[in-house]
RNA sequence: AGAUCCGUAGCUCAGCCUGGUUAGAGCACUACACUGAUAAUGUAGGGGUCAGCAGUUCAAAUCUGCUCGGGUCUACCA
């Protein structure tokens, strides 16, 4: 292999194009690496497009802490496949690579590394100490990364990332911050989130969402009885009761609303029952099931069967007893949610530490215990009453604030109960701590409710609940403090940009991003970790002045201030050669307020999908840097990651830009789907079915896996990975386009084509070159289109179907002989020329998909004809295509012609009769004018590649075959609807004679059903169904009858034939050379020798023989059989 | 729980948007051919309740609804 050669030697006539021993894809893609590097192919990629109209690509940056996988090699092809496509569409494309480096998953790599918790965090490490090696830990695989990067082609800039936790792109984060500030959308709140006491920190959404943090588990639920208060409020409801008063209830009836929780532990905290205002609510009069004395209970009309069973409906209520399995009830009222609203009630678990003086002193003035209305209630469980409890749900929290109930918050951070809560004091709510003889409080609470009446129904309630990944815990939702971007502030907004976004597949956008956007809420910014991009804000210690920092300048400024009023030391701090903006040395800035006051920043950092979503500004170091390529560059014309970035990655783009642009980041967003195992599971280590991609490339080679992944299915459908599929695009496509390369290489060799010629005018083509460029140049507009659409699935498909069906099984099949035959003069050089430009072609149509192989194939070829000056494929520009080249009727007649010689082969077969063997005629009902003249056109083609003599037609009136109607559905069914059935029966049963009557009169009557229906004949499709006394194959409208006769001369001239391949196959055998002439000696061929005498013109011209002599008989040579004789032959090479 | 994608031959996928009467390809399998591209190619064959049910329609793989199965994402599941 020497290509990469070429660029040194000047052009040379005698230069032959680079023949190869076999296929081996991984070889080629080393050698065109090697390539790229030396040329720094890449880099003039982008150099050479100076200039030029941009297209802006984002790379998402990729986390270097784990390794890569073979889905990261598919969303890298299809950006790469684009990048390469719009740089020969002539734009300039830009790549900066970039590295996520902050977050999660990094911090707990470290830990377990070192074997640590959070809490030893400050404590066995310092978080300096910390913080480093987790810096350390960032990059670890990035020399992985990298190599995949370049074996698998993809084309970004590695050189000069950007990295998240530079002081720089920090920076830039902390200006986008400021900026929120600013606009008052950055803004601090109580919120509850989910946190795991056993870990003792708060859980992010990420972390919620690693595999199986979501377990079924069965927790003790429990429907608990909240006894209301009677007052002017509840009164309405109280005199339903007393208005059916029976012998055994109490003289002061009691009401209970029932709220159902799987978290009884909850309980001592409620301070307020949800209903939902369009509900409907019933009263039911029945008993306790466990203590079975008179109960009234509120409860959602839809949710009664669940508790009440239908035989006790209007039950007697005298003649019950415990023993009794159907407790009667009957219904007494029925109201709206919203009439119940601001009804009191009784606390359940009255106790020092939730008591109202204790509740008064958290949040003084307000008022709990009572009925509110939530949006969020439903009955599809428990009661259609929500036991709302402030601190330990974000609706509970939401609904309390707007009623100002006060919050109660009864469980500590280790997920304890507080002392002041009687026998519960100091109880874990759950199992933390692994006790051995752990008693579930939640049982207990259960128990004391059942026993004192305030419970209606206990029992056991299996629900899939969150659980620290960690510590396999269940986390319950605790009240932190957090910081919010106010995102809800400019929802609509988001939502009309969306809109003007590209999505492929559009459902990502509209559906899951749409939905996603309208149920919008605001972004918790706030991580209480280490390692990550520090919150900017610094305040004082009573929270009443604070400032956000919006540059590394304004930093210094405030800090130089701090030292001259405070005295304090930040110049050390933020000197240039210490500064990093990173805990714990930020938190060491002490600032000063305008009051002289010492402000300390707080000690959140932001969540990392901030770092990746301000990508396109932290990139450039903007505001502080680069404000004309950042304006350039923004925002960009495409992306593209996995769908499981909607919520991430493309939700934070599009979030910030929004917020701070007032515009969308990207126009085009191509999500694609995930990569699963052959048998359609995940990928996962721990089902030890990942695919290691290095192998995969090292193996196969990246251009077929690339051809693979981008042809096999859509992007954005999943697809499951088997690289068989790979081992048959190797086979299929890059086998044939190879060994079309390697059949022209061959005889352009041989006869020194070399493209120096003038192009053959195209009406001097024969039909076959002219049909195969029409192809070639639809081919062309079609692929463009796809590509233009983000399509490229279709594209590639598209490309196979053309490599495979159209150029190798049919162009050159049927041209073979052109290549190797006659003199090199124009038909010859028009065959080398049309090869040539068809290969060219395909190989630039490919490159965006498998660059390597269409570099090396490309640049083969351009070495020897110079046709481009450029040094790569990649630098080229994309085919355009010549609609002047097109002719729709061409190609049309060839797929006639190819159905022609199917359907003959196919008769061939049946009769047993070899191609080789000519045969005389082939007689084709032709059913119309036009297509006879198409036919008349490929006639000859289609005699030589079936081996028939002549092709007869037969006249749309002849008499001879047998047609066949049939309704043409599509015109019929609108003009006839219900009588289509009738009809289309009746015109199958069409005679010969009514069909000839009707393709004369052009229409015919029909009477259906008593009613008359005049039928066009363009309302019908004819075809030819038998030609009595012939073969006949047929598919569609076109039928073939072949004359299987075999004349004496038909037979001697097989024979000949016969005798030509048996010459061929000794000289294939005997290792001669293309153009070596050879001697031929027979014998013993007595029935054959007329034949051979006959056609030795013929034979001779064909073997490249100069002589054919007739021998009594021969020694030592080569026997062989023709047609049962068997003759001796010698075959002597001249010279 | 909600959203979304998917379900067509043993396997990988077309076809569905825009309904039309024999549902296609490739791989694999079987048989027979062909052979100066040969680790290729052709022809033929077997192989399908188009996940299921219901509806709309003269006509449904295609449109609608529901159900089931698989994947993903999301969730404030009390």
Known sequence: MDFH?????????????????????????????????????????????????????????????????????????????????????????????????????????????????????????????????????????????????????????????YITFKNEYIETLWWLLSELYKKGYLYESVSIQPYSPAAGTGLSSHELNQPGTYKDVKDTSCVAMFKAVRNDRSEFLYSKLLTSLSGRQAP???????????????????????????????????????????????LAKNLVPKYFKEEGKDGDFDAYDEKQKIVPWKILAEFKGSELEGCEYEQLFPYEANSPAAIEEITPGAKPFRVLLGDFVTTEDGTGIVHTAPAFGADDYRVGKKYNIGILTMVDRQ???????????????????????????????????????????????????????????????????????????????????????????????????????????????????????????????????????????????????????????NAAILSDEKLDLHKPFVDDIILVSSKGLPMKRVPDLIDVWFDSGAMPYAQWHFPFENRETFKESFPADFIAEGVDQTRGWFYTLHAIACLVFDSVAYKTCVSNGLVLDKNGNKMSKRLGNVVDPFKTIEDLGADATRWYLITNASPWDNMKFDVDGIKEVQR????????????????????????????????????????????????????????????????????????????????????????????????????????????????????????????????????????????????????????????????????????????????????????????????????????KAQLQKIEELIRAEVNVKEIEYLEPDNQFIRKKMKANFIALGKKLGPKMKAVSAAIAEFTQEQIANFEKDGQYNLLVDGEPVILQI??????????PGWTVASKGRLTVALDITLTPELESEGNAREFVNRIQKIRKDSDFDLTDRIEVKVSGAEGLKESLAQFKDYICAEILADSLDFLPSIKEGTLIDINDNSLNVIVLKKG
């Open 252 to 298: 002061n009836p009691e009401l209970f609303f029932l709220a159902w929780t799987t978290t009884p532990w909850t309980l001592p905290s409620n301070l307020g029952l949800t209903l939902g205002p369009n509900i409907d609510y019933v009263l039911v009069k029945t008993f306790n099931p466990y203590l079975h004395n008179h109960l009234n209970v509120v």
């Open 732 to 931: 299929k496509f890059f086998g044939t386009l190879y060994n079309t390369y390697q059949f022209f290489s061959l005889y352009a060799n041989v006869d020194g084509f070399s493209f120096k010629e003038a192009p053959v005018p195209l009406e001097k083509r024969p039909e076959i070159d002219r049909w195969i460029l029409s192809s070639l140049h639809t081919l062309i507009q079609k692929v463009t289109a796809h590509m233009d659409d983000y399509e490229p699935t279709q594209a590639g498909r598209l490309i196979e179907d053309f490599v495979d069906e159209q150029l190798s099984n049919w162009y050159v099949r049927l041209c073979r002989r052109r290549f190797w035959k006659g003199e090199y003069e124009e038909d010859k050089i028009s065959a080398y020329q049309t090869l040539y430009e068809c290969l060219e072609t395909i190989l630039r149509l490919v490159a965006p998909v498998s660059p390597f192989f269409s570099e090396a194939l490309f640049n083969n070829l351009n070495a020897v004809s110079g046709r481009f000056k450029e040094e790569s494929v990649h630098h080229v520009s994309y085919p355009k295509a010549n609609a002047s080249m097109i002719d729709v009727l061409l190609e049309e007649r060839m797929r006639l012609a190819q159905d022609v010689c199917s359907l003959v082969l196919s008769l061939r077969k049946k009769v047993n009769i070899k191609v080789r063997q000519p045969l005389q005629k082939v007689l084709i009902p032709a059913l119309d004018p036009q297509m």
């Open 1018 to 1027: 363009s309302e019908v499709e004819t075809s030819s169904e038998d030609i």
């Open 5 to 161: 050669t070429f660029a040194n030697l000047s052009r040379n006539m005698n230069k032959k194009y680079h023949e190869y021993e076999g296929l081996d894809l991984p070889a080629f893609e080393k050698e065109i690496l090697k390539y790229w590097g030396d040329n720094q192919t890449f880099e003039k990629s982008i150099s050479l497009r100076a200039g030029a109209t941009p297209f802006v690509f984002y790379e998402g940056p990729p986390s270097a802490n784990g390794m890569p996988g073979i889905h990261h090699v598919i969303s890298r092809t299809l950006k790469d496949m684009v990048c390469r496509y719009k740089t020969m569409q002539g734009f300039q494309v830009k790549r900066k690579g970039g590295w996520d480096t902050h977050g999660l998953p990094i911090e707990l790599g470290v830990e377990k590394e070192l074997g640590i918790t959070k809490e030893d965090i400050g404590k066995k490490i310092s978080v300096e100490e910390y913080n480093k090696k987790c810096r350390e830990a960032v990059l670890r695989y990035k020399d992985k990364w990298d190599d995949i990067t370049r074996k698998m082609g993809y084309w970004v800039d590695l050189n000069d990332p």
């Open 415 to 569: 997920g304890k109960f507080l002392d002041g809560l009687g026998e519960f004091s100091n109880r874990y709510v759950k199992n933390y701590k692994d006790e051995k003889d752990y008693v579930d409080v939640n049982v207990d609470i259960s128990v004391k409710l059942k026993k004192e009446n305030r419970a209606f129904k206990v029992e056991k309630y299996e629900h899939s609940y969150p659980h620290c990944w960690r510590t396999d815990k269940p986390i319950l939702y605790y009240p932190l403090d957090a910081w919010f971007i106010k995102t809800t502030a400019i929802k609509d907004r988001m939502v009309e940009l969306n809109k003007t976004i590209n999505w492929k597949p559009a459902s990502t956008g509209e559906g899951r991003f749409g939905n996603w956007l309208e149920n919008l809420v605001d972004w918790n910014l706030s991580r209480s970790r280490y390692w990550g991009t520090p919150l900017p804000i610094w305040r004082t210690e009573e929270r009443d002045e604070q400032i956000c920092i919006g540059s590394i300048e304004q930093l210094r400024n405030e800090g130089a201030e701090a030292d001259k009023a405070l005295g304090t030391d």
